[in-house]
Each structure stands twice: as C-alpha cells, then as structure tokens.
C-alpha cells in the first residue's frame, strides 16, 4: 500500500468525491485509510466517565485505497505514485506527474520506439541533441 499517515489524498471515488483530506489512520491489511472528514458516520457511544452524556457521534470511517489518490506536494494536483530507489539503493516514493517525461516513449525519424537521452548532446559528428534522432 503505497498511501501512509499524514499523505494529503483527495477522494475520487464514492458519496465524498472531491473531498480532500490528510491520512489519519492506514490500516494495509485491510486495503483501507481513514481519511479526515471524509466517510463520516454516526456511531452510537456509551456514557464514560470523559462523556457521562453519551449519544450519537459523527466519526470517520475507514475507505478503500483505490478511492483516494495521492495529492502532489509540489504541483497540488492528484497523482499516481511510483517507487524508485535512490543513489543508496532506498526505495523512495516518486510521483508520476514529475516522472512523466521520463517515462515517456519516443519515436525516432523510422518510427522505432527508443528511449529518451539524459546523457545531454550526442557526441556525433553532426551534433545532434539526445541519441533520439543517433540511434
């Protein structure tokens, strides 16, 4: 489960679709968050001694996974989340909004798929940018 506590999600499935919230509670061996404010529920609660009334109470409850995506820190949009491992070899979560150029496929002047360069200028003769258009 790639979703933790804390992440900022934005609800895109169900009665709360739209909402945004921060992650209270992951619980991965069920698939389900508890997201802040959204899935509210009106639960029955025992009088205690902290609540001598008792009554009915409106709580969060826990949603499925695959209705809530990830919102990007640095664009503020929702996004997929991939893992990739750093320089160390750690596993790091990356968005695929930041990701994308780099996923992408390109095709070259035969129409063959090759991947995009980040070696910078190819060293040819004619100086071309990237192996895209060497290869």
């Given at each position: 489960?790639?979703?933790?506590k804390?992440?900022?999600v934005?609800?895109?499935?169900?009665k709360?679709?739209?909402?945004?919230?921060v992650v209270?509670?992951?619980?991965?061996?069920r698939?389900?968050v508890?997201?802040?404010?959204?899935?509210?529920?009106?639960?029955?609660?025992?009088p205690?001694?902290?609540?001598?009334?008792?009554?009915?109470?409106r709580?969060?409850a826990?949603?499925?996974v695959?209705?809530?995506?990830?919102v990007?820190?640095?664009?503020?949009?929702?996004?997929?989340?991939?893992i990739r491992?750093?320089?160390?070899g750690k596993r790091i979560?990356?968005?695929?909004?930041?990701?994308r150029y780099?996923?992408?496929?390109?095709?070259?002047?035969?129409?063959?798929?090759?991947?995009?360069?980040?070696?910078?200028?190819?060293r040819?003769?004619?100086?071309?940018?990237?192996r895209?258009s060497?290869?």
């Amino acid at each position: 489960m790639r979703i933790r506590k804390g992440d900022k999600v934005v609800v895109i499935a169900g009665k709360d679709k739209g909402k945004e919230g921060v992650v209270l509670r992951a619980i991965p061996t069920r698939q389900r968050v508890v997201v802040e404010g959204c899935g509210m529920v009106k639960k029955a609660v025992r009088p205690t001694q902290q609540n001598p009334q008792g009554g009915i109470t409106r709580v969060e409850a826990p949603i499925h996974v695959s209705n809530v995506m990830l919102v990007c820190p640095k664009t503020g949009k929702p996004t997929r989340i991939g893992i990739r491992r750093d320089e160390n070899g750690k596993r790091i979560r990356v968005s695929s909004r930041q990701l994308r150029y780099r996923l992408v496929r390109s095709r070259n002047r035969r129409g063959r798929t090759v991947r995009p360069s980040f070696h910078g200028p190819c060293r040819h003769p004619h100086g071309t940018q990237g192996r895209q258009s060497c290869v």
